[in-house]
């Protein structure tokens, strides 16, 4: 009984190890940006373009309440006053992050700020981000299976130590 829990144990253990480090890999795949540009008034940041299609999603992260998604096309257009009047309702929000989706065309990422802004933000299709949380769970359920593998094994070595006392 003793050598059954023990190689369980270390079954769970390696399986638990392979699903964690697939998982994490796959968790980092999707890389996170940061670059932002002034534009000439000295308080106006832009991200790079984003050409959506309808199956693209932006997640981004500013903690600036004058900030937006807006066309590029009406960048020129864009003060400090009229960005509400441009800028593109997000899919949701929470927090300080919005979620940008079901939309076509070019678009930037707007902030005015009187000092350089904190964004980071992520664009891709919506599968990847759909593979991310996949890869999520996956890295979470080789951790469950890693603990229980050493849980099983532990056990298996100290009950009948246990026994014999």
């Not at 009984?1 to 369980?8: A, D, E, L, T």
């Not at 999707?30 to 106006?44: C, F, R, Y």
């Not at 937006?68 to 997000?90: A, F, H, R, V």
């Amino acid at each position: 009984m003793k050598n059954k829990g023990i190689i369980i144990g270390l079954i769970l253990i390696i399986i638990g190890i392979i699903l964690v480090s697939s998982g994490y890999y796959g968790i980092t795949k999707l890389p996170e940006k940061n670059s932002i540009s002034e534009v000439n008034s000295g308080n106006e940041y832009i991200t790079e373009k984003f050409n959506f299609t309808k199956n693209d999603e932006l997640i981004v992260i500013a903690n600036s309440n004058d900030s937006g998604l807006i066309k590029e096309s009406n960048l020129s257009e864009i003060s400090q006053n009229n960005l509400t009047k441009y800028t593109i309702t997000p899919s949701k929000t929470s927090n300080d992050t919005f979620y940008f989706s079901n939309i076509s065309g070019n678009y930037v990422f707007v902030i005015f700020s009187n000092k350089t802004p904190s964004v980071n933000y992520e664009f891709a299709p919506v599968s990847e981000f759909k593979s991310v949380a996949y890869d999520g769970y996956m890295a979470a359920m080789g951790a469950l299976l890693f603990g229980s593998g050493i849980i099983i094994a532990f056990v298996s070595i100290l009950l009948p130590k246990m026994k014999r006392r």
